[in-house]
């Protein structure tokens, strides 16, 4: 074969290519565009939460400090996460263990705002069935902070990609983070939640979940097995808005 043929055969091999590839770039291109402008429309009502608490058992008392995510769904600052990350103790009630004299206390509670200014914040509600809690900060805003509206709740379907909205910690700068990825199984009994893969556990955990037009999915909580341990019985799962929004009922009014 000539080389002027041989030059015509690779170049219209390349356009076949070029074909072939565009329909799949361009859902792709689409797809992280739809999932910037959930990012950019509600990462700044994604918080951090400085957790420091009191465990005692066995006659010994351990200090623990941990951190976790937090979103805001309302004005005032009230947010809700996993209970797990606030009351460890929660997850000993979750797997049906007795408690034989364990004992957890909060001793520090505080929102990391936008502009990394902590506020002393205080656990109004608990729910341990659905490892969720409520917090907000002891002393109201002087202006309402960003949030996310619980009313524009979402049901997304097996397989209906999702984006995920997080913070990192002080290493990052606290910089705010976001994946998208599918919803891969939901469990309708007794009460209905989502879950994803395993290996996204970590960053679900306390994160908001929205759709790929902004509405709230859930918040990622723990779930585990009655009489299993911490291990292979338990599971990082997605409790639906409808189930937050239940709850707001049952959070007491901010004192004047």
Do not use: W
């Amino acid at each position: 074969m000539s080389p002027s043929r041989r030059s015509t055969v690779s170049f219209f091999v390349f356009l076949a290519f070029a074909v072939c590839l565009a329909p799949l770039a361009a859902p792709a291109d689409e797809l992280a565009e739809k999932g910037r402008a959930v990012f950019e429309s509600t990462r700044a009502a994604v918080v951090t939460v400085k957790i420091a608490s009191s465990i005692s058992f066995g006659g010994q008392d351990r200090e623990r400090e941990a951190e976790a995510n937090a979103v805001v769904i309302a004005g005032d600052g009230l947010a809700v996460l996993s209970l797990s990350a606030v009351d460890p103790t929660s997850i000993l009630a979750m797997m049906g263990e007795e408690m034989d004299g364990t004992t957890s206390k909060l001793v520090s509670l505080k929102m990391v705002y936008g502009d990394s200014s902590e506020h002393d914040a205080e656990l109004v509600l608990r729910d341990k069935d659905l490892d969720l809690g409520f917090i907000r900060p002891v002393e109201k805003p002087a202006e309402a902070l960003p949030f996310v509206n619980p009313e524009t709740a979402a049901v997304p379907a097996i397989l209906d990609p999702v984006v995920v909205v997080g913070q990192m910690g002080p290493v990052a700068q606290r910089a705010h983070t976001s994946f998208i990825e599918r919803i891969e199984g939901l469990v309708e009994k007794p009460r209905p939640f989502y879950f994803m893969g395993t290996h996204r556990s970590d960053s679900v955990l306390c994160s908001p979940v929205f759709t790929l037009d902004g509405a709230l999915v859930g918040v990622g909580t723990l779930r585990m097995q009655k009489g299993g341990t911490t291990g292979g019985d338990s599971m990082v799962v997605i409790i639906p808005t409808a189930q937050v929004r239940e709850l707001l009922g049952q959070v007491p009014p901010r004192a004047e």
